[in-house]
């Protein structure tokens, strides 16, 4: 589904990423792990169209998107859930769920795909009409999460989403990664929590310092001595 190939990206004279290589398979969950500063969320802005790659090539369903602006890789069916969330304060809830839905025409299925919203997060419904700025950190996540699903995903890109969090709801979140999987949404997760971003991955990639370090099952990472003691608070 989405293949990352020698993927080069700088900030001026800062390189962030060196020769990054990935891959997702439609309906896997894959989680990258790092430090803070390892090149992440750069990842995710450059597949998302926010940054352009000195050199490299990003593939979704073999054809290459690295110069495609923002808004055609949405419509590609590529979201991107950032970190601290971005929602539009001075809007209500229910007007940050519809600008996810801005690239849609399909007017009955937006109001469908609202409903399933509310459904899944009911303290969003609650507060349909009330600013956005007047969430709480986890309805903010929710709303976040929300309104990258309007655009209707096939894939779904999360960067820190329990970051903030009381641990309630850090679990509540995962429960909602892995539902959205079941449900067929493929997720690319970015996460500082590594242990709960393996437990619900399938596979996983190490980073540092822009380079692509370390791969494999999210099984073996987590029983991994160096991954343990690096990213998972020492060994088990």
Not at 37 to 47: E, N, P, V, Y
Not at 124 to 153: D, F
Not at 167 to 185: A, H, M, S
Request: charged share 25%.
């Amino acid at each position: 589904m989405l293949q990352i190939i020698d993927l080069d990206v700088s900030y001026g004279q800062i390189q962030a990423l060196k020769g990054a290589t990935l891959n997702v398979q439609q309906g896997e969950v894959v989680t990258l792990i790092g430090a803070n500063g390892a090149g992440k969320s750069t990842l995710l802005h450059t597949i998302s169209g926010i940054i352009h790659p000195l050199h490299g090539s990003i593939l979704v369903y073999d054809q290459e998107i690295k110069r495609k602006s923002a808004d055609e890789i949405v419509k590609m069916g590529i979201s991107h859930v950032v970190e601290g969330r971005a929602i539009l304060t001075r809007m209500t809830v229910q007007e940050n769920l519809e600008m996810g839905a801005f690239l849609r025409r399909d007017s009955d299925g937006i109001r469908r795909d609202m409903e399933a919203i509310f459904e899944r997060f009911p303290l969003l419904l609650e507060r349909k009409n009330k600013l956005a700025l007047t969430l709480s950190g986890g309805e903010q996540q929710m709303l976040a999460i929300g309104r990258a699903l309007m655009s209707r995903p096939k894939l779904l890109m999360m960067d820190e989403p329990s970051l903030g969090l009381a641990p309630l709801l850090v679990t509540e979140i995962f429960k909602i990664i892995r539902e959205l999987n079941r449900e067929g949404i493929t997720i690319l997760l970015v996460e500082q929590n590594a242990k709960k971003a393996l437990q619900v991955a399938n596979r996983g990639y190490v980073i540092e310092t822009g380079r692509i370090v370390h791969q494999g099952m999210a099984e073996s990472l987590l029983k991994d001595r160096k991954v343990q003691e690096a990213y998972l608070g020492g060994l088990s």
